[in-house]
């Protein structure tokens, strides 16, 4: 599985940015994907999460500001980021997760920085 991310970029606090992951490969094997993200200086934290089933998580700090979503026919998931806030400056990185065998993909990474 490859993923190719897009997206991000530099904004104003309150703004709004869009990222997308496509999955390409042996996407059949793929049961979630979704986003994390590093600050500087800080461990990288998970930031939402779309099964194949639809079933979403985010972390609580971004809840009613970020909306996850998946067009299974492309392979490609999207994260819709709005009202962002300066703590939301990292390094974004989509994951697809695999269930058997257990693995994790990785995208390269995409920054987002939010200007005050």
């Known amino acids: 599985v490859q993923l190719q991310a897009s997206g991000g970029g530099l904004v104003q606090v309150e703004g709004s940015l869009g990222l997308a992951c496509e999955a390409s490969?042996?996407?059949?094997?793929?049961?979630?994907m979704g986003w994390y993200r590093q600050a500087p200086g800080k461990q990288r934290e998970f930031v939402a999460g779309?099964?194949?089933?639809?079933?979403?998580r985010y972390v609580d700090s971004v809840k009613g500001r970020f909306t996850i979503s998946k067009n299974n026919a492309k392979n490609t998931a999207y994260l819709q980021m709005n009202s962002l806030k300066p703590e939301d400056t990292a390094v974004y990185y989509c994951y697809a997760r695999q269930v058997e065998p257990p693995n994790d993909y990785w995208g390269q990474g995409t920054q987002v920085t939010v200007s005050s």
């Open positions: 490969g042996l996407t059949f094997l793929i049961n979630e």
């Open positions: 779309i099964t194949n089933g639809a079933s979403i």
